[in-house]
């Protein structure tokens, strides 16, 4: 089989050096995103790239890009006279406890909440069958918009079943968590709930409101919250600013 020309070689190893390129400033953004939010950097100005280069082993071009990457997700932005400053804090969201927004970020500022829809509607057949309801049965539904001292934060959409979720009609919903009122009204703890979570480009309307760009990736929580006897109380949407949140837990392995 006869050799493949020099000539025709050289583009294609140009485009594997690219990409381990790319490949390093990745991976070496992630190493940094993870400084970054944990806080490691006193000031939060990072060291000179000559500095991060040593401390990492990597070259200036890998470290550039690297910043270019964080600077995409508006986490860090260049100042002149400074340097590379971060710019976006990310607050935490424990994934391991159930708890409303208020009580996860208390230690990080005041939540209060825009209510943006109250009332009665028709259950659609998903949303009745996952509160274990009949089909066409009314719901309360609650929308709104949380901020976390006067930042828009996320964009929650609650359904609850009317005999339990009529009774939030009365209540203050601006200013204290769906969770804690609950607990009130039915005179004990909750129980768990179920999740999931993913990341979903944001609507026009979620994108407004959220004031976040257009098309913009949101961190969407759907979550079933349940009594202690099981029954579903709660069904949530959750759309989180992904560039103003952080998901985390701690998990443990059984066999």
């Known amino acids: 089989m006869p ?60 470290v550039r890009q690297a910043l270019d990457l964080l600077r995409g997700e508006r986490l860090v932005e260049r100042r002149a006279g400074v340097g590379t400053v971060v710019v976006c804090e990310k607050y935490p969201h424990g994934l391991d406890r159930l708890q409303g927004l208020a009580e996860t970020l208390r230690e990080h500022g005041r939540v209060t909440n825009e209510v943006r829809t109250v009332g009665p509607v028709t259950a659609s057949g998903p949303v009745a069958h996952r509160l274990g309801l009949p089909e066409h049965t009314d719901v309360l539904c609650v929308e709104r918009l ?35 009122l609950l607990e009130e009204l039915t005179g004990g703890p909750l129980g768990h709930a179920e999740i999931t979570l993913e990341a979903v480009n944001a609507d026009a309307h979620s994108a407004a409101v959220l004031q976040a760009p257009r098309g913009a990736a949101v961190l969407m929580l759907e979550r079933l919250t349940c009594l202690p006897d099981g029954r579903p109380v709660d069904l949530e949407f959750i759309r989180f600013r992904g560039d103003r949140i952080t998901m985390s837990g701690l998990l443990r392995r059984s066999i």
């Open 146 to 180: 949380r901020r976390l001292d006067g930042l828009p934060l996320s964009l929650d959409l609650s359904y609850l079943p009317m005999d339990i979720g009529g009774e939030l009609l009365g209540c203050d919903l601006e200013n204290t968590d769906v969770f804690r």
């Open 3 to 62: 050799a493949e020309p020099a000539s025709a070689a050289r583009p294609v190893a140009a485009a594997r050096r690219r990409r381990l390129r790319a490949d390093r400033a990745r991976q070496l953004a992630d190493l940094l995103r993870h400084q970054i939010l944990a806080g490691g950097f006193p000031g939060g100005v990072l060291p000179l790239e000559d500095a991060l280069a040593a401390d990492y082993r990597a070259s200036r071009n890998t």
